[in-house]
Every structure is written in structure tokens, then in C-alpha cells.
């Protein structure tokens, strides 16, 4: 089943912020093969899944008919130690090809001053199969 076009504008945060620890950031660096020290840019992906994964539970999309098509992250400034930081997932377009949901989003990262930090836009390749989605 086609995911419903009338998401294109909610918003989805994530369960909780996360704090930017040496510990997160250590395994997180190891995971990807990034050298240690400073935040790899990539980091932000850590709680934009997590804000995504609250897309997918709250519309009943399977994980497994995603696949991840593009990611981008614009920075306002750098993710440093200590950072305690929110994310809400927006669905910003969507169309369907072939069969597929073409989902964009965008993920806006904020500090606990709620200035924002990063915005990660990402677009999501959506098999919907038989019952894929509510």
C-alpha cells in the first residue's frame, strides 16, 4: 500500500535528545572508520535515525522496504562534546514511481537553546509490497 501523500508536512521528533558524548563519538567513529578527535559530520545521522524511526512507527512503515537513497547535511556550526541536541523529521515531498514511494525529509537538529545546529535532508525509497503501510 502507497504511503498517504497527506504526510507531506508532519513533523516526527525523535523519542529523546541526545547528548553528544567522547563516548558516542569514539564508537561511533570506530564504526565508521572515521579518525579519532573531532565530531565526524556524519554524527548527526545517530539521532536523525532516530527521529526517522519515529516516521516509520508512527505511519506502520517497515524498516526493511526502505531503502536510503541520498543524505546531506548543511551544518549552521559544528557538533562539539557536550552537545545536547533534538531532532524532528519532516516529510517534505513525496511521489510515487513504479511502485516505489519516493519520501523526502528533512531533519532539523537543535541545541538546547533551540537554536538549530544541522539540518540532514534525506530521501527514502519506500518498496510498499502488501500491506506495506497504513
Known amino acids: 500500500m502507497p504511503v498517504d501523500p497527506s504526510l507531506v508536512g508532519r513533523e516526527f521528533p525523535a523519542p ?12 561511533f567513529a570506530a ?8 565530531v565526524p559530520p556524519t ?15 508512527a505511519e506502520r512503515i517497515d524498516l526493511h522496504r526502505i ?21 524532528t523529521l519532516t516529510v517534505t515531498g513525496l511521489r510515487q514511481i513504479g511502485g516505489a514511494d519516493i519520501i523526502a525529509t528533512a531533519s532539523e537538529l537543535t541545541d538546547v537553546t533551540g537554536a538549530v545546529v544541522c539540518t540532514g535532508k534525506a530521501t527514502l525509497v519506500h518498496s510498499a509490497g502488501a500491506g506495506g503501510a497504513a
Open 67 to 87: 531503502v536510503h537513497g541520498e543524505q546531506r547535511f548543511a551544518y549552521v556550526r559544528p557538533l562539539e562534546l557536550g552537545d545536547e541536541l533534538t531532532a
Open 31 to 38: 564504526a565508521v572508520g572515521h579518525p579519532d578527535g573531532a
Open 16 to 27: 529523546a535528545p541526545l547528548t553528544v558524548t567522547p563516548e558516542r563519538v569514539r564508537a
Open 43 to 57: 554524527f548527526p545521522i545517530v539521532l536523525a535515525f532516530d527521529a526517522m524511526q519515529a516516521f516509520l512507527d
